[in-house]
């Protein structure tokens, strides 16, 4: 969702409100204008390292729902909802983000989310979104073809009547902006300790360095947790000098993320886990 522009008098229209991908390294941050060919004309970012597969002894969830009350500074602002569940060894992950109130008001978001990722290696097939925000209205579906080393985008424009298709060399195993919520959970959260995990952004793989912080207690509405926080950050490509994110953890077995935020220039938004149901 884009912040208005009578907000902040001759400055540029921001998305803060396209929550799952701001908080996938906070992309969302860009202005609205930046046309998406300077992003591709940056250099290339270094070679990310190969994805750490899920520890074999953590459990994806056969079926969950986590929902999430999403606040702006201090204005309610919207509800996402993500969902897990296996298909056979494919872990399916889809989500919804909704403005809610007064937010509507100013620039209404209805987002679709979906992607899938081997619950053995880690690696995504891919990531899909259906983007419905104020006039804007754009289906987009990136593939990752592991044995031809590609990576594949199909885009269509709803309301411009237009679609395009691009191709780009992708590592041999990435995660992806909807999955990488949930595979460090996956993993052995020790504070001090980071692991580095490729992420399939767009047409891009990017390394993002995944900081096991602290331990910490949260208070949310669903109750108090004792967390592992997590700080993802990147040297190069998207992820870089966008803000500050964190995500928590619950600090036992199921590392289920009960909160999550993103620190930028114009606010913070926060995550909150409201309700959560093995259904």
């Not at 986590?66 to 989500?95: K, S």
């Not at 804007?136 to 594949?152: E, M, S």
């Not at 041999?172 to 909807?178: K, R």
């Amino acid at each position: 969702m884009f912040l208005h522009r009578s907000l902040f008098p001759g400055a540029p229209d921001f998305p803060p409100f396209r929550w799952l991908r701001l908080l996938a390294w906070s992309c969302a941050a860009l202005p609205a204008a930046l046309p998406a060919a300077l992003l591709m004309a940056q250099s290339p970012p270094p070679a990310a390292p190969p994805l750490i597969p899920p520890n074999p002894a953590y459990s994806f969830p056969a079926r969950e729902t986590l929902t999430y009350a999403v606040d702006w500074r201090v204005f309610p602002a919207g509800t996402t909802i993500l969902h897990l569940e296996q298909q056979g060894n494919e872990e399916r992950v889809t989500a919804t983000a909704d403005s809610i109130g007064a937010i509507n008001l100013i620039y209404r978001v209805s987002d679709r989310y979906e992607s899938s990722f081997n619950r053995t290696t880690g690696c995504s097939a891919g990531f899909s979104k259906q983007i419905q925000e104020g006039r804007r209205q754009v289906d987009t579906d990136l593939r990752f073809d592991y044995p031809q080393g590609k990576a594949l985008l199909n885009e269509k424009n709803l309301v411009k009547g237009t679609s395009k298709h691009e191709e780009a060399p992708v590592a041999p195993c990435v995660t992806d902006l909807l999955s990488a919520i949930f595979y460090p959970a996956s993993q052995t959260l020790t504070p001090g300790q980071s692991f580095q995990v490729p992420l399939g952004d767009s047409l891009h793989t990017v390394a993002v360095n995944m900081k096991v912080e602290a331990r910490e207690t949260v208070r949310t509405p669903l109750g108090t947790y004792q967390t592992v926080r997590v700080q993802p950050t990147a040297a190069a490509g998207v992820v870089k000098a966008r803000g500050n994110i964190w995500i928590w953890y619950t600090d036992d077995a199921r590392h289920i993320p009960v909160q999550m935020r993103a620190r930028l220039f114009w606010g913070t938004i926060t995550f909150q886990l409201t309700a959560l149901a093995q259904k």
